[in-house]
């Protein structure tokens, strides 16, 4: 991890810590009180789906995909901070079956009470990650403001025919998480004081890893449906599929790869308010099977910072994509099924 100015970025931030959106029943609302769009046929996917990113189609053999990502610092080192942000956004593009091609800096930053190598610091951390990916940044705006924030806005392209939406998940499918969960509980540990230097650095390598392998991974079989596992947690990404697909989605919770020592510190009280926030929004789309307690539920909703893709895809092919991804380093597990019954809710066993 290369080196950067000491600063605790963490303490500006009074946002609680894990880049959450804001609370999904909450957008809901907000977006069932706008007037219908209005509608265009080369718009492929729009806000209908709670979708990861807009397809747009430019050609029969070409769309754009675009999506925008921006939260306050989670971790304290700037320049990881600037990787994991644009991961976080670029993942956006990986999700929709996309590459990345371009990106906007998109920075708020309180330019009197840090020093500008801060800064310098998160934008090359961003920029090192962009060049991983082979996106070329094309430019940015910012602002002044008390508290930093940063992310990007980033476009991609994809073939009409290849996008890959949250809403297409088939009976049948099997369901591949692609990086562990936990991370908002491990984030605001950190911001507490919680975590050691090993744990930190973890955490951050697990948020800066991009999606870029897993994509290119899942093109090679028939995937049904895709998502990346962010602010809405694990089982929250997974309803917005079961929902989008009108299939119900069976999860096995002793399955789903976990960050080491998550289930501790939330026994301490180290939960996220957006943590909280998407277990209460799920009320009535999940079913969790009796004697599981409140902790293992809030860890299945944990409010990720740039997770993992869920990956559904038809049965014959799922271990060997699963194969695929373990040879080549993820810590990828097999999850779940989907199914006819309950169309739009999920099953916990």
């Known amino acids: 991890m290369t080196q950067s100015a000491s600063i605790k970025l963490t303490s500006f931030s009074t946002k609680g810590g894990c880049g959450c959106k804001i609370g999904p029943s909450d957008l809901a609302e907000v977006i069932r009180s706008l007037p219908p769009a209005v509608q265009n046929p080369d ?6 789906t709670s979708d990861d990113a807009g397809v747009y189609r430019l050609t029969d053999d070409l769309a754009l995909v675009q999506t925008v990502d921006f939260f306050t610092p989670i971790v304290d080192d700037p320049y ?4 994991v942000a644009a991961a976080n956004a670029i993942s956006d593009i990986y999700a929709m079956g996309g590459k990345p091609l371009t990106a906007l800096n998109i920075v708020a930053f309180p330019i ?21 990916a082979g996106a070329t940044l094309v430019g940015g705006h910012s602002i002044e403001d008390k508290e930093p924030k940063f992310g990007l806005a980033v476009t991609g392209l994809v073939h009409p025919d290849k996008v890959r939406s949250n809403a297409g998940a ?4 099997k369901l591949i998480l692609t990086k562990p969960i936990g991370v908002g509980i491990m ?8 975590l050691s230097e090993e ?16 994509a290119e991974k899942m093109s090679a079989y028939s995937v049904s449906a895709c998502t990346d596992v962010t602010g809405f947690g694990l089982l929250g990404h997974a309803s917005e599929m079961a929902k989008g697909s009108e299939k119900g989605i069976m999860i096995d919770s002793k ?9 501790e510190l939330a026994e301490q009280g180290v939960i996220p308010g957006g943590t909280k926030n998407n277990h209460k929004h799920l009320s009535g789309s999940v079913t969790f099977p009796e004697g599981m307690d409140d902790i293992d539920q809030y860890i299945l909703c944990d409010a990720v910072t740039s ?14 994509l699963l194969a695929d991804l373990k040879a080549a380093g993820l810590e990828a597990e097999m999850i779940g099924d989907v199914t006819d019954e309950h169309p739009g809710h999920i099953t916990v066993l």
């Open 112 to 132: 009197a009470d840090l020093d500008k190598s801060i800064l310098a610091d998160i934008l090359r951390g961003a920029g090192d990650k962009l060049k991983e």
């Open 199 to 214: 744990e930190i650095k973890r955490v951050t390598e697990v948020m800066a890893f991009l999606n870029k392998t897993a």
């Open 43 to 48: 718009l492929l996917v729009g806000l209908d």
């Open 255 to 263: 399955r789903v790869p976990v960050l080491e020592r998550v289930r």
């Open 80 to 83: 990881s901070f600037g990787q």
């Open 307 to 320: 997770g993992g893709l869920l990956i559904s895809l038809p049965a014959v092919e799922a271990e060997s």
């Open 170 to 173: 088939k009976a049948g499918d």
């Open 187 to 194: 984030s605001s540990s950190l911001k507490r004081g919680l």
